[in-house]
Nanobody, 125 residues
Framework: EVQLVESGGGLVQAGGSLELSCAGSGFTYDDYAITWFRQAPGKEREGVSCFSSGVGPAYYADSVKGRFTMFRDNAKNIVYLQMSSLKPEDTAVYYC??????????????????WGRGTQVTVSS
């Protein structure tokens, strides 16, 4: 059974940090690019970051560039999203998704094969 499971969400004050994890199983994890999306209440889903298969490259949305960093540990089938200098506008449900490629950081969902169920991140002001 294919699974993508996010973890690490929670409540943090503005300016704080969180690290999200996306663990995969049931497929060849390191052959896939992993993308983080987020969706805030009443807003459209937004692509946050994508890490290509293997050793990269990684792409970041302008809204998080310089604050968020993705890492892959292919030996453990886990991708991490380190988030720092968090802002209230970062509040959303964060989802990870697997696709054959990052598509140049366009965050298209057309090539997404697998989705996780999401983890809530809440940043208080």
């Amino acid at each position: 059974e294919v699974q993508l499971v996010e973890s690490g969400g929670g409540l943090v004050q503005a300016g704080g940090s969180l690290e999200l994890s996306c663990a995969g199983s049931g497929f060849t994890y390191d052959d896939y690019a992993i993308t983080w999306f987020r969706q805030a209440p009443g807003k459209e889903r937004e692509g946050v970051s994508c890490f290509s298969s293997g050793v990269g490259p990684a792409y970041y949305a302008d809204s998080v560039k310089g604050r968020f960093t993705m890492f892959r540990d292919n030996a453990k089938n886990i991708v991490y999203l380190q988030m720092s200098s968090l802002k209230p506008e970062d509040t959303a449900v964060y989802y990870c998704a697997a696709s054959p490629y990052c598509d140049g950081g366009t965050y298209s969902t057309k090539a997404i094969d697998y989705w996780g169920r999401g983890t809530q991140v809440t940043v208080s002001s």
